[in-house]
């Protein structure tokens, strides 16, 4: 089970990399929009954060496998998509003007509420006994 937490992190980890780069050359040629640079910002370090939490998961699960890891691994992968990938879509909605992004924000504090729930699940791992394999 480590290993899909560990390649979950390190994809997060490239595509953060990868993303954080066009953001900081490729985006800020095509529009000097603080609001969108800043909006694309924050889904960005976001995802490089929760990559690294996603690392630190992989590790815990080696020697404290259970469900409520299984749980936190899993609402910070979907927290991830939801918040960063929402955030990302309404950047590139706005910069190719190509629709209304209203449809789209409730999905980022969604995202966020899910990752929230993933720190949660977090600290009930520090305080659970369940050592079962999830």
Same mark, same amino acid.
């Given at each position: 089970m480590h290993k899909k937490y560990l390649a979950t992190a390190a994809i997060f980890g490239a595509l953060g @990399?990868? !993303?954080?780069?066009?953001g900081a050359h490729g985006l800020q040629q095509i529009t000097q929009d603080e609001k969108i640079l800043h909006s694309? *910002?924050? %889904? @960005? *370090?976001? *995802? $490089?954060?929760?990559? !690294?939490? $996603? !690392? %630190? $998961?992989? $590790? !815990?699960?080696?020697?404290q496998p259970g469900k409520w890891i299984k749980w936190s691994y899993t609402f910070f992968t979907l927290g991830v998509l939801f918040f960063s990938g929402s955030l990302y879509l309404i950047t590139y909605i706005k910069v190719h003007g190509s629709g209304n992004t209203a449809w789209i924000g409730p999905v980022t504090p969604i995202g966020g509420l899910l990752l929230i729930l993933g720190w949660l699940f977090l600290l009930v791992t520090a305080f659970s006994n369940d050592r079962s394999k999830g």
């Open positions: @990399v990868i !993303l954080g780069a066009f694309y *910002q924050t %889904g @960005v *370090q976001y *995802q $490089l954060y929760h990559a !690294l939490a $996603l !690392l %630190g $998961l992989s $590790l !815990l699960a080696i020697s």
